[in-house]
């Protein structure tokens, strides 16, 4: 398929690089000149503009949105909606709030503007593996770019079969499912991240067990100098909690098992958030989840305000002196 | 009554200044003879070591101990054991853990030695208050040594009238109860230290997004400058938070609002974690509780390695760099 | 002062009782005509619409709304708008979101109209003990309401003066604090109730694991049949956990400790909700106030699908049977 | 090699055999005679005693305890500690708890019998897949049990390698790990089960939100009907959260996504509460895994006294009814 792509960052970069790779014809616009270059240089059409790249499109367009933030995401479909025609499609591949996806589908359906949300995992690896998929909007539509999904995705790879599958759509087992109406999309991403949180906080707290087992303060015979970078790797073979975080964890243990080049500042994105919010929607208990992005606000401050207030209280009822 | 106090500290000091305020005679002995020097000089008799002080008791002997810890607790329990006789009684008011309390009674009991575990509240302004007490032991023991419960306790005061309390102990409004068997003392107060902490944390979170209302970060019309001294005082009259706790906090919030003097590094004591412990070993959540105690954990670390490996993921998967 | 007050249910009729007993002219009005009626019995000028309530009012007017929920409250202001004029006051009582708040003042003072957000806690006990209330808007208007104010709020009472607040406004220790611009006034109540919420958490497991503490399956020597009445009660003199809250569970208890009348479903409101993401907003974590949420939300589903998951994960790789 | 194994239950069964499929030699024994009968049918040689095993084993003896519960463990040992000599081996690959294994590693030393500590991951699935094994103990008697390990072990298989790990022990991407003195590698299994509960907490909060996205008081257009067999088989490819336990997940919900044949009671063993000691032992805050933790508790129980407690106040305060 022709397809054009803006937004030529991490993401969207090895996007067009494996949409290439699988013969479709890519042309991509990036803000940053230099960026819309390198791709020209592997094979993309470059253009200079959205202009150039509505131009450079044969109708009915599809143009596959991949932004960092919301507000450069938004602004672009405002620019786009003026170009396009009724039968165009647009498709945000980028990290969007869902109810931001149905608000802007139904703006667009008003000019017979089709839009696919489209959540995408796989990070930077995904130029290799392929990308995981999890597509909202007419299913319709989702059909006609199945060529470019199917090229994307990952495939069955080395992944064992699921048993009681075989009436199900066979495309789910390469890595790209269509979820429901717009906004699911990002929905089921949304999730996905939500639970990566909880699953690297998990680790996250079951290593800093492990780690602080040497401390001097435990009883001699029940404290070991654990390495755990060895267990991390051990780990990947045959027991419970193997997995592609582990893996991870593994290759990154191996190279400095003390973590001396992080501070343990942790950012936190959107998705977290929303993951509790629409907990919070359907009456759900999220703690676990909750606790992970909590964790990750409190590693990026100094003490906080309540802590001290944990410390004045203390003071006042038992004079406990904490400065 | 006659009875003798061992450990004169902050706590110790004051429940003998209390009991002789009301009539009782003390003999008081302390590691730190300069503390047993003050509360001669108060009306106390002092003596110079445990052996004095069993010889300065006629029997049955009473022997009250506030000592800060456990160890120091056990070891003057090994030595008294040695010099006491069947009929004396020995009360620990520390906060002993209450499986150790099992063990000491059953010990103790072999000599014909009585023990009264009781769990003591009130901190440092007890001597003025009074001290709410939770007492375990045989009941015949405690009722033998009411007087100097019915001494220590608060008493009514203004608090108001519980309704249809009329058949019930009017001691428990006093602020003193006989909880049942060795162990359930500390048992009670276990708790009531894990409640503490709770309650405490409830507010420190309050008051830090009160507090945090102001950040540069959020929309200007939903920014606020709340002063939360202020804001703990209206709370302190008709609201539903009302509580000693919130007394202390605005207390300590018309001096300073800042909390500058304070580093929000925040300590623990054995109760949090012994309520843990009994949360598990009855099968009962204790959301609330546990993380009041893992924020304290976490007020005393820099960054944990926990978190460090959170960024170590981050950057496998997506390529973010936080360092 | 001469003022109207909307909705005359559980909250709203009390309020207009208290300021009938301190000499306010109250005109008052509820879709319900037989609750105008009993107001009206008792002093009030009783109207049967929104029309008639500004008709009866002199200019300025200042109208009290205390509606149950945000939209009948959204639907009277929209109503209100078009009946009031320029220099005109509506204050909202109940618990609006801050956010509809500064919404709504924007809108009304677009027409000259005053906006006061009014936080007020007390709860069905109010009338006799006064409302704690939390207010915002400007100033000014705050300052013309100030008879309003001084009559609902409880006053100095009982409670102990705090040191060091010689040279703040003394009103706030009469228990009405003007907090900021318009919107501040519920966000200092809606944390009030996060805060509420995670106290009466901490309260709930406590007693949970005293309750437990009979359990067949602990040691006979560490189990205890603790009389929760009677904690409670004792707990209310002298211990660092005396509360309000507090005194409200020694009367529930001391009426049945076995609290068989209640299923323990257990219902929230916004306003729970709402500082989970106002805590989420400024990037403050909340885990024991969100905690809190998320057990009423557990209290009130049978088994989850989530708790079906784990039991399918643990049929799988463990063959464990759960069924 | 020659080894005893006493516990031939669904694990130790499949130990049994995967040692016989590697040409090892296995004297059995159960309480249960006819699991005895089973492995010797399949090429095990059987005994009807703990007398007949040692009987049957040329000193220096090994032998493998596979028993289900601690007391049962403990029981063994202490017969089989009267039977055995210097020089022989116990190993334990139960999950027994890390302090019990010092305890006992240091009685069986003062009589010369070395001990092994071996947690053990890999469920029903490890006779296929292999065992992947965590070993505690003296460094030497590791290494002479080598062939045994090396036997059970899943091997490298189809795992990538991860770099780095050249100058490393291969054994590890073996799938098993020398960790340290006697009772870390029960130490390391604890908080490896203390991580899969975590994740398997983060996967249910995940999919209950996905499930419940269907609820009636969603908005329309917010609402879908997500299909969560598909959504986990799809994550199986390329995404972030890609795990065996993922795997497992889409392997039930493909059979039924309803999950009707579960209550939701889940179970939990010793090692999650343990892991909840160790961390606070260490002072380390593990929220997630402690709150992964609490949810099984809570879903093995009807509405809790805490909970009806929290309707209680909420009666008291606010006249709210829930019965």
């Not at 990026?300 to 003071?315: F, H, I, P, V």
Request: charged content about 25%.
């Amino acid at each position: 398929m022709r397809i054009g792509i803006v937004g030529l960052g991490r993401m969207g970069g090895n996007i067009a690089r494996r949409l290439l790779a699988h013969d479709h014809q890519c042309v991509v616009f990036d803000a940053n000149a230099s960026a819309v270059e390198v791709l020209a240089s592997e094979g993309a059409q470059g253009v200079d503009s959205l202009e150039g790249l509505v131009r450079a499109l044969p109708a009915p367009r599809s143009i596959w949105l991949m932004l960092p933030a919301g507000e450069i995401t938004q602004a672009t479909i405002d620019v786009l909606s003026g170009l396009l025609e009724a039968g165009d499609t647009l498709i945000d591949g980028g990290n969007a709030y869902f109810k931001d996806d149905v608000r802007r589908g139904e703006a667009l359906a008003e000019q017979g503007i089709s839009y696919l949300d489209v959540g995408v995992s796989g990070g930077v690896w995904g130029l290799d593996r392929g990308f995981c998929m999890m597509i909202g909007g007419d299913r319709e539509v989702f059909e006609r770019h199945d060529p470019i999904f199917a090229s994307l995705a990952p495939g069955e790879g080395q992944v064992e079969k699921t048993p009681a599958r075989e009436e199900r759509d066979p495309r789910v087992a390469q890595g790209y499912l269509y979820c429901g109406p717009v906004g699911s999309g990002h929905f089921v991403k949304m999730i996905h991240n939500g639970i990566e949180y909880g699953m690297m906080q998990a680790y996250a707290e079951g290593f800093d067990i492990l780690r602080n087992r040497n401390q001097e303060s435990l009883p001699a015979n029940q404290r070991y100098d654990l390495d755990t970078a060895d267990i991390a790797e051990v780990w990947r073979r045959g027991s419970v909690v193997s997995s592609w975080l582990l893996d991870l964890i593994s290759i990154s243990l191996a190279k400095d098992s003390d973590l001396e080049s992080f501070s343990g500042k942790v950012s936190d994105s959107g998705e977290g958030r929303w993951t509790v919010d629409a907990a919070i929607e359907e009456s759900v208990p999220a703690d676990v989840l909750t606790a992970s992005l909590y964790t990750r606000f409190r590693s990026r401050t100094d003490n906080t305000y309540g802590e001290k207030l944990l410390s004045a209280m203390r003071k006042e009822f038992g004079g406990h002196v904490e400065v």
